[in-house]
């Protein structure tokens, strides 16, 4: 059964940082494309960032133009599991963070209905 866990949320203050971790089991990470997405209250899920393989030794990672330069998503295929530094955090980065895959090679756009197996999410609350 496939299965991801994220980790790693909680309450930091603006301009703070935290590191998110989603772990997946009965997938390997390795082939297809995993992204970070959040929802705040009241608004649609966001597609934040999206690492691709482009070949067997070369990933792209795509972010949303509101992280650029802030957050940095990685992957650890022995661990099987993906993480995403988030610095500088500002009080609008404030969601609920999840993780999910295509099952294919590509980010799809960030279309949240095409991606699959979504964790339960971790919160991050950036609050003075």
């Known amino acids: 059964q496939v299965q991801f866990v994220e980790s790693g949320g909680g309450l930091v203050q603006p301009g703070g940082s935290l590191r998110l971790s989603c772990a997946a089991s009965g997938f390997t990470l390795d082939y297809d494309a995993i992204a970070w997405f959040r929802q705040a209250p009241g608004k649609e899920r966001e597609g934040v960032s999206c690492i691709r393989r482009g070949s067997a030794i070369i990933y792209y990672i795509d972010y949303v133009d509101s992280v650029k330069g802030r957050f940095t998503m990685s992957r650890d295929n022995a661990k099987n599991t993906v993480y995403l530094q988030m610095n500088s955090l500002k009080p609008e980065d404030t969601a609920v963070y999840y993780c999910?895959?295509?099952?294919?090679?590509?980010?799809?756009?960030?279309?949240?209905?095409?991606?699959?197996?979504w964790g339960q999410g971790t919160q991050v609350t950036v609050s003075s």
């Open positions: 999910a895959t295509t099952l294919t090679r590509t980010c799809a756009g960030f279309s949240p209905g095409l991606y699959h197996y």
